[in-house]
């Protein structure tokens, strides 16, 4: 039992420090420096459809529906074998109107808006419980003809609802978030909420909500668990985005133990397109993948992602990294293996970095003085990286340029210093009309 102490010391400050995954009561922790000049956030840019304080944010879980009475409270931490994509609004604090909100934005007296409240959610579409019932036929294995059309009846429902959105918005590209351990279901809409926002709402948003939020000694190992149990459903939902004519790209940024599900999902995808002879890029129609505070074996990624090609699906992944994130030290210990986003040009073999920087689509992206206790949400509590990420989402620029403007070391690691020259960047009007 002795022997065990250390252990079990490192599995309770792991679930103290992964806390610090959960999103603050869906506040905006800061506003990013990028909009405070009041130039380059562009509200002009954003349709009348969406211009409003209470927008709607689309949402697809496999989490259980929670229930008070006959109604229904929200998703819960339960899993649910049933998928479900709906839609709920979230309030944009104490705002009065539009006009209110985008002086808000614009304002650099460090004026912050209120907590974001998610309003009752929606369902849209249930997909019945997978798996379906299957037989073995001619040597295959099939799903029933009668739970197959059901399932499929819904896959098209699903489909004619987003047809339908980006019709009426204009807008055909699709923003994914993916959140980590210790979230609960309105968290992920209220940290969609904030990238969209200030992305310049140009897409539809859409949150992916697997069954985290486990509280205790050993809730990190259950979300994990969970989030396993969770990727067969972001396959089939990626798969039925991309069938639809109407979607042009998708952007996915993941969050810590959600760039797990993200990256073993899309690897499985990838793999299917190569079989059927097809270009990944093109059949699942990826856009940007951003990976932040990844909770993701380094050697595992170098096997399964690096040595598969992966990025080849990508326009580009953007890897945003701290060596002093406390949170995936922890994991580290648990596992003998580091963490993708706690690496350092050592964790890599020779010529790795090299090999990568020529192929120009993968970027690495040390974050210094990330901020926080821990320094493991820093995607959405450091200014500079919000807005670095905002400006790669809005003018799809490589990191380097004016429009983004990085250092890139001698080991081919990006560097996004907290001083972010935001302050002198061009104006991006050019970009609020595409």
């Not at 992920?188 to 992916?208: C, D, K, M, Q, Y």
């Not at 964790?347 to 974050?367: A, K, M, P, T």
């Not at 490589?398 to 250092?407: D, K, Q, S």
Request: net charge negative; aromatic share 10%; charged share 20%.
């Amino acid at each position: 039992m002795v022997g065990n102490i250390p252990r079990l010391l490192t599995i309770l400050l792991l679930a103290v420090v992964m806390t610090g995954c959960g999103n603050s009561a869906g506040r905006f922790s800061s506003t990013p420096n990028l909009y405070s000049t009041g130039r380059n956030y562009p509200a002009q840019g954003v349709s009348e459809a969406l211009r409003t304080v209470t927008p709607q944010m689309y949402f697809v879980t496999d989490r259980a529906q929670v229930k008070q009475g006959e109604n229904s409270a929200g998703y819960g931490l339960a899993r649910s074998n049933s998928m479900v994509f709906g839609a709920a609004k979230v309030q944009f604090g104490d705002t009065k109107d539009w006009e209110d909100l985008v002086q808000r934005t614009h304002s650099d007296s460090g004026q912050r808006f209120s907590s974001l409240v998610v309003q009752p959610a929606r369902e849209v579409v249930r997909f019945p419980a997978t798996p379906l019932p299957f037989e073995r036929l001619n040597g295959r294995i099939h799903n029933l003809a009668g739970p197959e059309q059901e399932y499929q009846q819904q896959v098209r429902l699903f489909q004619a609802a987003i047809s339908d959105e980006i019709k009426r918005t204009g807008n055909g590209r699709i923003l994914i978030y993916v959140h980590g351990v210790k979230n609960q279901f309105d968290d992920s809409l209220t940290v969609l909420a904030n990238l969209w926002h200030f992305t310049g709402r140009e897409s539809l948003p859409i949150a992916f909500s697997w069954p985290a939020g486990n509280s205790g000694i050993f809730g990190y190992f259950k979300d994990v668990e969970a989030g396993e149990f969770s990727i067969f459903h972001l396959k089939e939902f990626l798969r039925m985005l991309a069938d639809i004519p109407e979607v042009e790209d998708i952007d996915i940024v993941a969050h810590s133990r959600g760039t797990v599900v993200v990256t073993s999902a899309l690897r499985e995808l990838i793999i299917e397109q190569r079989g059927k002879g097809r270009k990944p890029k093109l059949a699942l129609k990826t856009g940007t993948l951003i990976l932040a505070a990844a909770d993701l074996d380094v050697g595992v990624m170098q096997q399964r992602l690096m040595a598969e090609h992966f990025a080849e699906a990508f326009e580009q992944i953007n890897v945003y990294i701290n060596s002093n994130d406390s949170a995936l030290h922890l994991s580290s210990a648990l596992t003998s293996a580091p963490r993708f986003g706690a690496s350092s040009a050592a964790d890599f073999s020779l010529g790795e970095l090299e090999s990568l920087g020529r192929i120009g689509l993968v970027n690495f992206i040390q974050v210094e003085k990330a901020g926080s206790a821990y320094g493991h949400s820093y995607f959405r509590q450091n200014p500079a990286v919000m807005s670095d990420i905002a400006l790669t989402l809005r003018t799809r620029a490589f990191p380097g340029g004016t429009l983004r403007p990085l250092e890139l070391d001698e080991q081919n690691l990006w560097t996004l210093h907290p001083d972010y020259p935001l302050e002198s960047l061009p104006d991006l009007s050019q970009f609020y009309d595409r």
